[in-house]
C-alpha cells in the first residue's frame, strides 16, 4: 500500500480522503491557500503544503506548483477529490510523468469521458442509449442555431468539457438560443478553457439517476446500484437519495448491466458513475461519466456498506476487487443534503463570512462530511458547499423523517445557508410521495423565500433575553434614559420606510 | 430596556426587564413573563408558561444569528433617535455578490430596455447577470472586464425612471 | 403511535433514546436528579422534569415519582434504558397499573428472568442448554459451601438479581468461597435489594456470545444474530464485536435458533438478548436473559441496519414486526468501545471531575452515542460510562485500524479515562487474531500501567510552549528572576523524594 | 522562562524563551527551536524540524491534561524553591474514591494480617475493598457503616510497620 498521498484538494471531500488513508495506515499531505491556512483538511493532515495566493489557478489548480510539492514530500500517489483537477487529464498525465500514481483513472479515459461530444459517440457504438442531439465540431452560431431548430425546443445548451450545471443553459424558444449560447461557451471558456458547446433534446418529467461502478486494474467492473439526483437547483444537486422512489428491479438490473458497458467501453478503471436521464416513460439515456469519486457517493457507501474511498485506494494500489456484484445488497434508503453557503431565497446566491457557530446533528445512522467549523471564514474564491449531511434508515419514510429532524438540528450562524430551504423541500407532499423531476425546485420553489411570515415571537423574546443577559449595565441605563415620548417607543413590528 | 431589532426590512420593538433569571418581556403590546437560562454560551432555555424555547445565538460584527426551531434569524440591532430612518434602498444595479467582472455589455451613452444585461460577474464558479432595471440611458459605468466588484457596489448608472 | 414517552435514564441512553422519538414524531420527557440539570439528555428533551436529590433511590430509581410525572406531564408511555428500573418487575407493573405503556416485555417475563435460578429451570424444561451449578433456594452457608464443593473450582458466584457483574465472585479454591459468598451477597442486597446468590461451573477458554432479539406482541420473534463481548474487565463488557470472531455458520443458525426457542419459552415481547457462555470447543450454554436494550445495541444496529430502539417504541405501540427472519443480514463488521472514567492503570477505578474538554472523532461508519459535552461535570453518583464509541467497516481487520484511528482522535480532557487501554487492547496481537477469551483483559493486561515510560519528550515541549503562551507578562519575569543556582534549576527528568 | 512540570511523582525541568512564533525550548541538555501555532483555544500544531507534533491541552484546577498522539497526560505545573520537596505518600489506608463505607472489618484494638480487608467502599455501584498494608494493631478506625468518606481520607490507623 502506499506509504504516503497527497490530497489535491481542500474542504470537506479533502477531509474525508484523508481520514480514509490514516485509517489505512497511509500518511497524509494537505495542500492549502493563504486563506485556508486554518482549515480542517490543514488541521488533520499529518503534513501540509501552502500553495499561496488563493486565486484556484495559482493554489488547488496548479498543476507544476502541486506535482513539484507531491514529489518534494516523496508523495507516492495523488488524490484529487472532485472539482479542481479531478478531471484534468493533463494534470493525471502530469502524475503519470512524474511516476506518481494518479489515484483515478487513466489519463486517457479522463480526456475522452471529459469530451462529452466523443464521450456520447462512444457509447453509441457500444450501444449504451444517448440523448438525441447535435455533438458537431462545427461551433459558429449559424451551424448551431440550425442544430438547434432541428433538435427542438425545449433543448438544452451543455459546455462539451462542462460539468455541475457550469456552461449549461435551458432554452425554450428560438429567441433565446443565440444569447444561451454565447453565454454557455463564455462560462464554458472561463470555467474549463474550452468554449464549445452541444445541444440536446429536453425530456418530459426527466430524473437524473446516476449508477456508481468501481473497476480495478484487472478488467473486474462492478456497479455499486443507483442514485436518484433529480432535486437540483440552478443545476446542481442538492438532494441525493438511493435507492430512487422510480425504480423497478427490472430497471435496475438493466441500467447497472448498461452501466458496467459503459465504463468497460472505455477501459474505466477506479471509482467512477455513470449518469443516466430517464424520463416520464423510465426510457433512461446516457449522460455523461463523472471520471472521479463523486460528491454525493456517501449515500452509496450507506446502503452497500462500501468505502469507496478506500476503494479508490485499493484499486490504485492494484489490488483485485473482492466483492463481486452478486454479493452486493443495497439495503435500507440513504439521503444526503448539500448544506450551502447561499440564500435561497434570493436566486442561491452565495454567502460569505465567518462561521460564528457551527454544531452539527447526530446520531445512529447521521453522517456529517464537513470541511469547516467554528470561527472558520467562508470566502469568496471556492464553491460555496460548506457540508454534506448523510443519513440513512430502514425505508424512506422513515429516512425522510430523520432527515428534517437532523436538518431542525442542524446550528450554522454567520452566514446565510440553505438548511431551512433543504427541510421546506423535504417537507414537500410530492417529494414525500416520491414524485420528483430536475425541475422540482423550479416547479415549486420559484419564489420561495424563508420566513415569509418575519420575525417570529420565539426569536424575539429569545433576542430580548439574550441582550438583558449580555448588555453592560451602563448601557441598560443609558436604554432606559432614552426619551419616553419617543415615536419610536411603541411595541411592537413595523416596516421600514423604502 | 427597550430594544429595537431590524429583520428583513422591520423593526421590532420590545421592552425587557430582568429580576435574576426572571424576565419580562413586552412586544406588541403582551407582557410574556419567562425564565431562562444560559447553558452554553449562546445557547438559551427559555420557559414561557408551559412552552419552552430553545435556541442558540450567535454574534458576528453587524449582526445578531438566532437559532430557533430549525431556522435561522439574521437580525440588527438598530438604535432610533426620534428620526425616521430611511431604510437601504435595494438598487438592481448593485452587485449581488464579491466576484470578477467577466463581461461588460454596455458604455456610456447606450440606450438600455428594462431587463437587458448590462454586466456578467463571475463569482464561486457560477456567472451573476446585472439587467437594467428600467428602460434608460448609460450615464456612466464603474467597472470594466476583470475587475474585482465587491458585494453591494454600483455596477454603473441609468438616466430613466423605475417602471 | 405515541404522543409523548418519558425517557426514565440519564446519559448517552436517554439521549438516544430521545432522539429515537423525535425523529419519529414522539414528544419526549426528559427526568434528571440536580446534578444533572445542564445534561444532554436534558437539554435535547422536549420536557424535563426535575426528581430532586441525587442519589439513585430518590431520582431514578424513585418509582412513585417518577409514575407521578409522567402521569401529570400526560406520557402515554416510559422507556427505561438499560440500568435503573430497566430490569425492575415492580416498575413495569406500576406503568401497567396507571394506564402508561412500559416499552419492554411484560412485568411477568422481566420478574421471572431477573430471578437467575428460576430463569435456568425455564430454559432446561425448554431444552436449552445451560451451565452445571447450584440453583437451589437453600441459600444458608453450609449448604451453599458443600454445593459449591460439588459443582468444583474453580466455580462463579453470581446474584440471582444480578446483571453487569454486579454480585458476582470468581472462586479458585475452597478457601476463598465463604468470604466470595459473602461479599457477592452483599453487594446483590445493596445493588438489587435481594442477597440470593447461586453458583455455576466456570469454563475453560470462556467467550461471552449473545443474540439479539427481537418479539413483537404477535407472537413473531426473530433474531438480529450475535455480538461478541468476551473483552471485560471486573465482569464488565468494555469491547463488543460483531460478528464474532469464532463463529461459524452453522454454530451461528443454531445459536439463533435456541435465542428464539428461549424468547418463545417466556413468552418475550420487545427487545431483549440472550446471553450465552461459549467454551473452547464451541459448546454452548445459556447464561441469562437480559430484558431491555443492551448498552452494546449499536453494533447490531450498524451490520443489520436495524433500528432497534425505534423498533421497541413501534413494539410497545402494537406494530407487528415486518421484518422477517430470512430477509436479515449480517453485513460487515462493527466494533464497540465504551468510554469509561476511570483508571486502567489502578485497578479501573472510577475518577470523577469537571470535563475541561471533549471532541469526538468523527467520519464515515463512527458513531458516537455520548451523554456528556465539555464543561460538564463527572459526579460519583452514577455509572462512570461516559459515552460509547461504535465504528464500522468491511471487514474486522479494516474495523479494528478503524477503531485505533477513533480512539486516537477522540479526546477528553479532565478525567482519566480508558481510552489508551482500549487502544492497547485492539493493538494486541492476539486480539487481532481473534483470540479472545474473558479472561483476556486478565490474562494480558494485568499489571498495566499508561505511559510507563513518562511524559514523551512531545507532551513537554507541547507544553512549554502552552505555558509560555499563556503565562502573564509578570509572571515570566518572576520565573527568570528565580534563583540561577537554585539546585532544582538543573533541565530535565527526576523523580520525586516518595 | 523556567518551568517544572510533575507527572506521576516524577518532575521535569524546562526552559522556554518566545520570540514571536518561534520558541527555544530546553530539556535535558537539548534544545529545540519549533514554531507553533495556536489554531483553536488549547489546540497548537508545532513544528519541530520536519516534525509536526499536534495537540490538545486544557486547564483543570489543579491540573494541565495534554493529549497528544492519542495519549492523555495529566500533570501539574509546580513550583520549586530550592527546598526540595517530599512528595505525597500513597498510604494503601486511604479511601481511593469517594463513596459510601458499607462494611467495618475491623474495630480498635484488633490485630490485622497484611491484606486483610479491613473496610468495604461502594462507589458508583462497585466494591472496593480497603486491605491491611502491613501486620499490626488497629488504633483508630476513622469511619462506621453507611459514613460517607472522600477520596484520599485515612481510613484506619494502624500500628506496626511496612513489611
Redesign the interface.
Known sequence: MFKKVLIANRGEIAVRIIKACQEMGIKTVAVYSEVDSRAPHVQIADESINLGDPTPSESYLNIPKIIENAQSVGAEGIHPGYGFLAENPDFAKACQDKGIKFIGPKAEVIRLMGDKIEAKKTMENASVPVIPGYHGLKQDMATLAKEGEKVGFPLLVKATAGGGGKGMRIVNSEDELEQSIESAKRESKSAFGNDSVFLEKYLDKPRHIEFQILADEHGNVIHLFERECSIQRRHQKIIEETPSPAMTKELREEMGKTAVVAAKAVGYTNAGTIEFMVDGNLNFYFMEMNTRLQVEHPITEATTGIDLAKWQLKIANDMELTIKQKDLIQRGHAIECRIYAEDPSNGFLPSIGVLKKVELPNGPNIRNDTGVETNLEITPYYDPMLAKLVVSAENREENINKMIWALSHYVVLGVTTNISFLKKVLEHKEFKKGNITTHFIDNYFEDWIIADKGLPLDAIIALAVYDSIHTRRQEVVRFKEADPHSPWKRVGRWRMGV | ??????????????????RDNQ?F?????NE?T?N?T???P?????E?GDR?????????EEN????????????K?IE???Q????K?ESRLSS????TV??VKIKEGDTVKKDD?IM?I???????LIRAPYNGAVKKVNFKEKDQIE?GQITAELEGKEA
Open positions: 430596556m427597550f430594544i429595537n431589532y431590524e429583520h428583513e426590512n422591520h423593526v421590532y420593538n420590545v421592552t425587557v426587564e430582568r424576565f418581556v413586552t412586544y406588541d403590546n410574556y419567562v431562562a444560559e447553558l452554553k449562546g445557547q438559551l432555555k427559555i414561557v419552552v424555547i430553545k435556541c442558540v445565538i450567535s454574534e458576528g445578531k444569528f438566532v437559532f430557533i426551531d430549525g431556522n435561522i434569524f439574521k437580525v440591532r432610533l433617535t426620534g425616521k430612518r430611511t431604510g434602498k449581488p455578490i464579491s466576484g467577466v463581461s444585461v456578467v463571475e463569482a464561486m464558479k457560477m456567472e451573476y458585494i
